[in-house]
């Protein structure tokens, strides 16, 4: 019965529409946060996803965008800037970095 339960709201928060729900996002980082105290996490920490072959980082930016703590590498130095960006810079500097895109566009 949970197990149906938690395999349906998987497969509602999958679809695009909803990814960026505030009571999906919510509801999915209660349950992360649920299964890493049930599993031995201790309270008020966050679970690490740990990615050594990030890519593009789809798996770290997910981890990050559901509650929990993204480490992500990669040995293509190209891989490693995209991470950069995506993970730090964008979260850290957000509508400023967009800005700044914006106007050396233009220029």
């Given at each position: 019965?949970?197990r149906?339960?938690?395999?349906?709201f998987?497969?509602?928060?999958?679809?695009?529409d909803?990814?960026?729900n505030?009571?999906?996002l919510?509801?999915?980082r209660?349950?992360?946060q649920?299964a890493?105290?049930?599993l031995?996490g201790?309270g008020?920490?966050k679970?690490?996803?740990i990615?050594?072959f990030?890519?593009?980082g789809a798996i770290?930016?997910?981890?990050l965008r559901?509650?929990?703590?993204?480490?992500a590498s990669?040995?293509?130095?190209?891989a490693?800037l995209l991470?950069k960006i995506v993970?730090?810079y964008i979260?850290?500097?957000?509508?400023r970095l967009?800005?700044?895109?914006?106007?050396?566009?233009?220029?």
């Open positions: 019965m949970v149906a339960a938690l395999l349906d998987i497969a509602e928060f999958a679809n695009w909803n990814c960026t505030a009571a999906h919510q509801t999915a209660r349950l992360v649920v890493h105290e049930s031995g201790a008020g920490t679970p690490l996803v990615d050594p990030a890519g593009g770290p930016l997910e981890a559901v509650g929990a703590d993204a480490f990669d040995l293509n130095p190209v490693v991470n993970l730090e979260p850290k500097h957000g509508a967009v800005e700044e895109v914006r106007r050396g566009g233009a220029w």
